[in-house]
């Protein structure tokens, strides 16, 4: 079984540009996050999208983020215009919607490391 | 807010020996716990989980306990490996179905 893919795996942009992150979460995973790990930290939530639908952006900037999953597959995550404290690694996760013992897993992809100039 | 403290943020050990790593989380309605071990450039993978209807769970070198009265739950790796070197996370579920994530600890294993 495929994981999580997402690209581009590093990116390195300065302050005021944009960059748009994309996933591809399992196949038949109705539920995906997007997450931003700061170095040092754990995972933060951004926005929790349940097939095409928004369940959670309560910790997404947005004035400067947003995120769409418009088919209930793939997801692209942008940032516009982009801040120095925006460097971290952008985490794609996705889960099974129901049913069996790995519900509640999420299974993450490699993220994308952005450095913000 | 929903919040989750990990301790402590590094641990060193001698190969063979036991690592334990302990969190505590603040929503009492939490009910799924799992741990992500993350090696350098990759994403979190899950190595256990436990939810809140059991006390203790084990995977061959590994154990999770929680204790919901405390709201502490707490990682055992056995028998320490060079390979079991990584950052490890725990996190609790939130109201929303969403993880909230410890800060990580780093566990060095000395050969």
């Known amino acids: 079984e495929a994981g999580v893919a997402q690209s581009p795996r590093y990116k390195i942009i300065e302050k005021r540009q944009s960059v748009a992150f994309w996933c591809n979460p399992i196949?038949?995973?109705?539920?995906l996050y997007w997450y931003q790990q700061i170095l040092g930290q754990g995972p933060k939530l951004l926005i929790q999208?349940?097939?095409?639908?928004?369940?959670?952006d309560s910790q997404l900037p947005k004035d400067r983020f947003s995120a769409e999953r418009l088919k209930g597959v793939d997801s692209t995550l942008k940032i516009q215009p982009a801040k120095l404290e925006d460097s971290a690694v952008y985490l794609c996760a996705s889960r099974i919607l129901r049913g069996g013992p790995i519900y509640n897993e999420q299974f993450f992809g490699p993220g994308t490391r952005l450095t913000v100039l | 807010g929903e919040n989750v403290e990990q301790h402590p943020s590094t641990l060193s050990v001698q190969e063979g020996d036991s690592a334990v790593i302990k969190c505590t989380y603040s929503d009492s309605a939490s009910n799924y716990f799992p741990w992500y071990k993350q090696e350098l450039g990759k994403g979190p993978q899950l190595i256990i989980d436990?939810?809140?209807?059991?006390g203790e769970k084990k995977d061959q070198r590994i154990a999770v306990t929680l204790n919901k009265t405390a709201k502490h739950f707490s990682l055992h790796i056995t028998e320490t490996q060079p390979e079991d070197s990584a950052v490890y996370f725990c996190a609790a579920k939130g109201s929303q179905g969403n993880l909230i994530f410890g800060k990580g600890t780093k566990l060095s294993v000395k050969p």
């Open positions: 196949s038949g995973h109705a539920t």
């Open positions: 999208f349940q097939n095409n639908g928004v369940v959670d």
């Open positions: 436990i939810r809140s209807n059991v």
